[in-house]
C-alpha cells in the first residue's frame, strides 16, 4: 500500500498523461534514501500506464551485474518484438565489453522509435545507478534523439556515497524535460494511515507515534515492525474478538514503552529490515560506519568514529547524514534503541572485542568521562587491554556510577578492575570498596568478601581509610573482634600524624559505637577515646547509624553528625527537645543517598526514642519512597524495619507485621548482621500482642549472631523475648530476660525509659505472679524517670501502675494513661488501657460506662490487629441492641438524662460515633465536615446532657451508629 504518495503519482503519470493517442515523452526520475518507496512507486506509475495502453519495457539494475555489457539492455529488449531488433543487437554483438559500438546505439534508438510510432512507449529502469555503463550509453543515446515521440522514461535513483556517478549516467538523468520526484519518509499520519489497514482505525491510532518514532517513517522499517507486532499479537493472543481487550492492553504496553525512551519492541523481521536496509545502503566502508556509531553509543563524534575505524572524516560526516535519512538514527543517536545491539550482533565476536578495546584507548586517550571508558571495557570480554590506567579508570566509573545509584554498573566496574588489576595493595583497595558497594545489591556476597579481607585490615596492608571501610563491614556482621583490630590499626597509624582527616573519622566512628555497639568490650576503648568528644568531619557509612564519607566538615555543616549527637542525647538522657529539633532539621534538609542513608536512620530513631510518632512516620513514608525508587534493596530493607518500629510503637500491629516482613523479604537474614535484631524484634512483639504465640515462636528459633547482644538491636530482641515469655506463661523466663536487659540498658549508660521499656515488662510479671509491690516499685520508677514529653511512655506506665492500686483509684489513673496514650498515638495502648477501665467499672458497678469503654477496647483492638485483645472484648451471647438501647435515656448512673431529646440530628450522629470509640478526626471524615464542626456539636452534646467527658457519653449512642452518614 502506497501512503503519501499521491501528489508524486500525479505528477509522474503526466508525463503520459495524454493516452495510445497523444505524444507525451520526458524523462521521471524518482530518488530518495534507501527503502524509502522507490520501487513500489515506479511499479504503481507503470500499472498506471499500461491500464492506459502505453507499451512498458522495464528492467531492475542490480550492483552484483553492472560488471556485465548491456545486462539492464538484454532486459528491455525482452519486451521489443524480434522483428524490431536489428543484427546489432543480437546476443553476440550484446556481449562484448567496452564502448558500446555506434551500430548498437543507432539500432536501440532504430527499436524505439518504431514502437514509439505505434503508440506511447514507458521505458522504466529501478535502482538506475546500478545500471552496467554500456546499457547507460545506449539510454543516453536514444532518449537524447527521441524528441518529439511518444517516449517516457522513468527511472528509480539513489544517489551513492561512494565513487562519482558515471558520464553516462549523468547524461541520462540530465535530460531535459525531467520530472524529479524525491521520496521522504512518511509522517505520523502516514504512519497512521499503514496501520490502519492491519490494526484497524482505533488501534493504528494508539500505535502511529510510536511507530513513527522508532522507525522515522521508513516504510521498510516500519513494515518489519509491524509485521513483528502483528506476530506477537497473533501467537501470544489471536484475533478473536473476545481478545479485543488485550489488544488495547498490548497497545499501551507498546506506548508505553516507547514514552520511557525504549521504543516499541522489536523482533527477528524488524532485525532482517535493518540489516537489509543498512546492506542495501552502502558497502563495506559505508557499513563500518554505521557499526562504529552503534559501538560508540552517545560518545560518537565525526572525529572519534574517523580515528576509530579509520575512514575519513567528511566520509564519516556524509554517511552519519544518510543514517538519519534512513530513519536509523536520530542526530546522533538510534531513533529504537534495540537497533544498536542489532548492529553490534552483526559483527564477528573477535572483530566486536577489538573495536571496543580501540575505542576504550581512544576515549581514555581523550579524557573523556570514565563512564564511558568503562562501558567499552565492560562491553566485551576481550576489551580490556593489559594497562596500568583500565583499573583506576573503571574504580573513577564506579564512584561517579553509586553518586547516581547505578550500583549494579558500579559493582561490574570494580569486579573488572580486580580482574586487570596487577598491584597487590591496589587490588586490596578494589577488593575493599567492592565489598562495601556488594552490601547494597548482594549483602550475602559482601560477608565472604569481608572475611577475606579481615586479615589484611588487621596486618596494615591496606590504606587506613580503606582499613575502616572494612571494620565497619566487619562490625556490621558481628566480627567485633577483627573489626576492633583493623580500627586499632589506623589508630597507631594516626598516632604520628595528630589532627589528620582520618583523626576526625574516627572520632565520629566513636560516637556512633557508643551508640550501636555500646556493649562489645573489643570496640569499648575507641567509644571512651573518640565517642564522648567533639567530632569534626564526615565519617564513613557503617550501614547502621553511621555517616557517610565525604571531605572534611564542622559537626554544625555535617547532618550526620547532627543527627548520630541527637541520637546519642535520647538514648542516653531520654527526651530532649534540642535533640528532636536537630532530628527533624536532617530529616528536612537531608535527601536519600550514598552518603546520607546513616544520617536519616538515625535522625529516625531519635524521633522513635522520643516518643515523636506522627512525626517519625511522616518522615519515614517520605524516606521509603525514596528507597523504593533506587536499586539498594538494603536501604529499602533498613527503612522498612524502621517503618515498622514506629507502626509497633504505635500500636498498628497489623502495619508492623507488614513492614517487618516486607524488610525481611527485601534482606536475607544472612545480610542483615547484628542488625536483624530488630525486624525480628518488631516481629516477635506484633505476633505477641496478636495472639499469635507460635509465629513468634518460630522466629525465636531462627538463630541470631551472637554479636547482637552486645549492640542496642539487641535490648530490642531481648525485651521481645521476654514479652513473648509473659505471655506463654513462662513469667521465670520473661523476668530472667527483663532483668538481662536492665543490666545491659544501666551498665551501658542508655537506661532511658523510652528506648527499652523493660521495667514494665518486669512489672507485668510481677503481676501475673501475684506481687503487687515490687509491679507497683517498677512501674512508678518508670514514671518517674519518663520525661513529660514523653507521652506514650507515660501513659504506659500509668496503665501498668493502676492495675497495682485498689480498684476505686484505677479509672482516675486509668483515665490518665489515656489521656497521654491518645496523644502519643498509640493504638495497641489505648485499647489495652480501655479494656482495664472497663474492668474497673465493672466491678464498680458502672455497667453504663463498662459496656461503652469494652465496646471502644474492642473496636481498636480489632483495628489496630490485636486479635487475642479483640477476642476476650467481644459481646456476651445474651446481649442485644434492645437491651443496650433500654437505657437510652439514661445517664451513666441510670439517671434520665437531661436534654437528651434536645440534641439535633447532626449532633446525634456526632455523639453516636464519639460514644463508639472514633476519633474527631475520624468523625470528621465519616460525616465529611471539619474538626473544627465536630467540636462545636460535642460542646453542645456535653452542655444538654449535663457531661463533662467524652467518656461519659451514654453508651446507647452507639446504637446509632449503623444510621450515621
Known amino acids: 500500500m502506497l501512503v503519501e504518495r499521491d501528489e508524486e503519482i500525479a505528477r509522474l503519470t503526466q508525463l503520459f498523461a495524454g493516452g495510445p493517442d497523444e505524444a507525451g515523452g520526458g524523462l521521471g526520475v524518482i530518488s530518495g534514501a534507501v527503502a524509502s518507496g522507490k520501487t513500489e512507486l515506479l511499479n504503481k506509475v507503470s500499472d498506471i500506464a499500461v491500464a492506459r495502453g502505453v507499451r512498458l519495457l522495464s528492467a531492475v539494475a542490480c550492483a552484483s551485474e553492472q560488471e556485465f555489457p548491456y545486462a539492464v539492455l538484454e532486459q528491455l529488449l525482452r519486451g521489443v518484438p524480434p522483428r524490431l531488433l536489428g543484427p546489432d543487437l543480437d546476443g553476440a554483438a ?33 535502482d538506475v545507478q546500478f545500471a552496467d555503463p554500456q546499457s547507460l550509453q545506449c539510454l543516453a543515446y536514444a532518449v537524447r534523439r527521441c524528441r518529439g515521440v511518444a517516449l517516457t522514461t522513468l527511472v528509480t535513483h539513489r544517489p551513492r556515497s561512494g565513487p562519482t556517478a558515471s558520464t553516462a549516467l549523468y547524461e541520462l538523468l540530465q535530460q531535459r524535460p525531467v520530472c524529479q520526484v524525491r521520496l521522504g519518509p512518511l509522517s505520523v499520519a502516514g504512519v497512521g494511515r499503514l496501520l490502519t489497514e492491519e490494526l484497524g482505525v482505533a488501534e493504528a491510532r494508539r500505535h502511529a507515534a510510536a511507530f513513527h518514532a522508532g522507525t522515522g517513517g521508513n516504510p521498510l522499517l516500519l513494515r518489519g515492525l509491524l509485521e513483528d507486532h502483528l506476530s506477537r499479537r497473533a501467537h501470544g493472543r489471536g484475533r478473536s474478538a473476545e481478545n479485543d481487550e488485550d489488544d488495547v492492553n498490548d497497545a499501551a504496553t507498546v506506548n508505553d514503552a516507547a514514552d520511557a525512551g525504549g521504543g516499541p519492541p522489536i523482533g527477528e523481521l524488524f532485525r532482517q529490515a535493518t540489516l537489509s536496509c543498512l546492506h542495501r545502503w552502502g558497502g563495506a566502508e559505508e557499513l563500518r560506519i554505521a557499526h562504529g556509531v552503534a559501538l560508540l553509543g552517545d560518545a560518537a563524534s565525526p572525529q572519534l568514529l574517523s580515528r576509530l575505524i579509520g575512514v575519513e572524516e567528511r566520509a564519516v560526516r556524509q554517511s552519519v547524514a544518510t543514517l538519519g535519512e534512513l530513519g536509523i538514527l536520530q542526530g546522533t543517536g538510534f531513533r529504537h534503541p534495540q537497533v544498536r545491539s542489532v548492529l553490534l550482533d552483526d559483527l564477528p565476536c573477535e572483530e566486536l572485542g577489538r573495536l571496543h578495546r580501540r575505542a576504550a584507548q581512544l576515549l ?126 589506623v589508630s597507631e597509624t594516626l598516632g604520628d600524624t595528630p589532627g589528620s582527616e582520618l583523626d576526625a573519622e574516627l572520632r565520629v566512628i566513636g560516637l556512633a559505637l557508643s551508640c550501636t555497639y555500646p556493649g562489645a568490650p573489643e570496640l569499648r576503648r575507641f567509644q571512651e577515646v573518640w565517642g564522648t568528644a567533639e567530632s569534626e568531619g564526615q565519617p564513613l557509612d557503617l550501614g547502621l547509624d553511621v555517616p557517610g564519607r565525604g571531605p572534611a566538615l564542622s559537626a554544625a555543616e555535617a547532618p550526620g553528625i547532627a543527627a548520630l549527637t541527637a541520637l546519642r542525647g535520647v538514648l542516653k538522657d531520654g527526651a530532649d527537645a534540642t535533640a528532636v529539633q536537630a532530628a527533624e532539621r536532617v530529616l528536612e534538609s537531608t535527601r536519600l543517598g550514598e552518603r546520607t542513608a546513616y544520617a536519616l536512620r538515625a535522625a529516625l530513631r531519635t524521633l522513635i526514642y522520643a516518643d515523636r510518632l506522627t512525626a517519625a512516620a511522616t518522615w519515614c513514608d517520605r524516606v521509603l519512597a525514596e528507597a523504593a525508587r533506587c536499586s539498594t534493596q538494603a536501604w529499602l530493607a533498613g527503612f522498612s524495619a524502621i517503618r515498622g518500629q514506629i507502626a509497633l510503637r504505635g500500636g498498628r500491629l497489623n502495619d508492623a507485621v507488614r513492614y517487618a516482613e516486607g524488610a525481611l523479604e527485601q534482606l536475607p537474614a544472612r545480610g542483615w548482621g547484628v542488625v536483624v535484631g530488630m525486624p525480628l524484634a518488631v516481629l516477635i512483639h506484633a505476633h505477641t500482642a496478636m495472639g499469635r504465640h507460635d509465629a513468634a515462636g518460630e522466629l525465636l528459633a531462627r538463630p541470631v549472631p551472637e554479636a547482637l547482644f552486645q549492640t542496642r538491636f539487641g535490648l530490642h530482641y531481648l525485651h521481645a523475648r521476654g514479652m513473648h515469655q509473659l505471655a506463654t506463661g513462662r513469667h521465670h523466663a520473661a523476668l530472667t530476660d527483663l532483668r538481662a536487659c536492665g543490666e545491659k540498658m544501666t551498665g551501658w549508660g542508655l537506661d532511658s525509659p523510652s528506648v527499652v521499656p523493660w521495667r514494665l515488662g518486669m512489672a507485668e510479671t510481677w503481676l501475673a505472679l501475684g506481687n503487687r509491690d515490687k509491679a507497683a516499685r517498677l512501674a512508678q520508677e518508670q514514671l518517674d524517670l519518663a520525661h513529660p514529653s514523653l507521652s506514650r511512655t507515660r501513659g504506659s506506665a500509668l496503665r501498668v501502675l493502676a492495675a497495682t492500686r485498689p480498684v476505686t483509684e484505677q479509672p482516675a489513673l486509668l483515665k490518665e494513661a489515656l489521656d497521654l496514650l491518645q496523644s502519643g498515638d498509640s493504638w495497641y495502648g489505648m485499647a489495652r488501657t480501655m479494656a482495664q477501665l472497663a474492668e474497673a467499672y465493672k466491678q464498680l458497678g458502672e455497667s453504663d460506662k463498662s459496656r461503652l469503654m469494652t465496646r471502644r477496647a474492642w473496636r481498636l483492638a480489632d483495628g489496630c490487629g490485636a486479635e487475642e485483645l479483640s477476642r476476650s472484648l467481644q459481646r456476651t451471647p445474651g446481649r442485644t441492641a434492645t437491651a443496650d438501647g433500654a437505657g437510652a435515656a439514661a445517664g451513666p448512673a441510670g439517671e434520665p438524662v437531661a436534654g437528651f431529646s434536645s440534641l439535633s440530628d447532626a449532633e446525634r450522629r456526632v455523639a453516636a460515633l464519639a460514644a463508639s470509640g472514633y476519633t474527631n478526626r475520624e468523625i470528621a471524615a465519616k460525616l465529611f465536615i471539619t474538626i473544627s464542626t465536630v467540636e462545636q456539636h460535642l460542646t453542645r452534646v456535653y452542655r444538654k446532657i449535663n457531661i463533662t467527658h467524652r467518656q461519659d457519653l451514654p453508651a446507647s449512642l452507639g446504637c446509632d451508629v449503623a444510621h450515621t452518614a
Open 94 to 126: 550484446l556481449g562484448e565489453p567496452g564502448q558500446a559500438p555506434l551500430g548498437v546505439l543507432q539500432g536501440f534508438h532504430r527499436a524505439l522509435t518504431q514502437l514509439a510510432a505505434a503508440g506511447p512507449l514507458l521505458i522504466a529502469i529501478d
Open 364 to 489: 581514555h586517550e581523550e579524557d573523556a568521562d570514565p563512564t564511558e571508558v568503562a562501558q567499552q571495557l565492560l562491553s566485551h570480554e576481550a576489551a580490556a587491554p593489559n594497562e596500568e590506567w583500565v583499573p583506576q579508570v573503571l574504580r573513577e566509573a564506579a564512584r561517579l556510577a553509586l553518586a547516581e545509584d547505578r550500583t549494579e554498573f558500579a559493582v561490574r566496574c570494580l569486579q573488572l578492575a580486580k580482574r586487570c588489576c596487577t598491584d597487590e595493595q591496589e587490588s586490596l583497595i578494589i577488593q575493599a570498596t567492592l565489598a562495601d558497594v556488594l552490601w547494597r545489591v548482594k549483602p550475602l556476597t559482601q560477608v565472604r568478601r569481608l572475611q577475606s579481607l579481615a586479615a589484611p585490615a588487621r596486618e596494615g596492608l591496606l590504606p587506613p581509610r580503606h582499613t575502616l571501610r572494612v571494620a565497619v563491614g566487619l562490625m556490621r556482621i558481628g566480627s567485633l573482634d577483627d573489626a576492633a583490630a583493623a580500627i586499632g590499626q
